[in-house]
């Protein structure tokens, strides 16, 4: 424990005092066009909240298997597309950082996907105690509108529970924290939408996570080769003779890609409307 303190003084001597900036001072250069906050300069996130952009997307992924196709940051890469696509709908939201480590099951012994390598998981307190804190820290910039959203169903019951009790702790405030089930649940793996619009028939015709014991499905792999085609394996598979997810061919690329942009359009149109609705709500008297 000695040994322990001394290293901990030893670093806090070295450490460097963060140089106190003019909150009020004006940019120097022209910002970025881009709706991502990591990749904005404080002045530009400061900026766009005095320009009215006081909503923010607070999104949860995860990491972990998805068979022998598709990279294990599945949910995080849909979830790069539908943001973005999600922000600019809205015309006046950012979007934070993509929460990409979720509960995946028991760490030891390992449960659900867990069991397969890859996979990391964090215990639900911790899930809910980081979402809280990323909450709170938009708040204390000046966002009103923090939406929650979630690309996988085991994340629903923490966003649930941080939206509930910071709702309960700001009665008195002007902010409000929205989770919106709907960018996940409604035309869940958009079923509806592949068939009716895009002419894609999946088989077994059921809508579920897992099917031919992929945890993929064609909704998922054109939304990430939005992203990079690599993610899910495409040039390997197609050398392989396996470029194709339940029955359904992925060949030519180009329009899987094509299907994968509509799709995005279409889960962003979906949770824009909810998100309205849900901020409406909140304002009315």
Known sequence: MRVMSLVFLAVASTAQPVIAQDLDAPRPIAGTETVFIEEMTWMEVRDALLDGMTTAIVATGGVEQNGPYVASGKHNF???ATTQAIAEELGDALVA???KFVPEGSIDPPSGHMRYHATISVRQ??????????VMSLEAHGFLDIVLI??????????????????EAWADQPSRVH????????????????????????QPDNCVATRNEYHDDYHYS?????????????RQRIEAGLFSINEVDLNPLEQTIENGRRLVAYRAEITA???RASIAAGRAP
């Open 125 to 134: 307190e911790t899930f809910e105690a980081l979402l809280t804190d990323i």
């Open 222 to 234: 054109s939304i990430i080769a939005t992203t990079d085609p690599e993610r899910i394996r495409a």
């Open 150 to 167: 979630g690309d996988s169903g085991g994340n629903v019951r923490g966003m649930q529970n941080v939206t509930a009790a910071l709702n």
């Open 179 to 202: 989770f919106i089930p709907e960018y996940y649940t409604e035309d869940i793996y958009s079923c509806d939408f592949l068939k009716e619009e895009l002419g894609i028939f999946q």
């Open 273 to 275: 409307r909810a998100i």
């Open 97 to 99: 950082p993509i929460v």
């Open 78 to 80: 849909v979830l790069s």
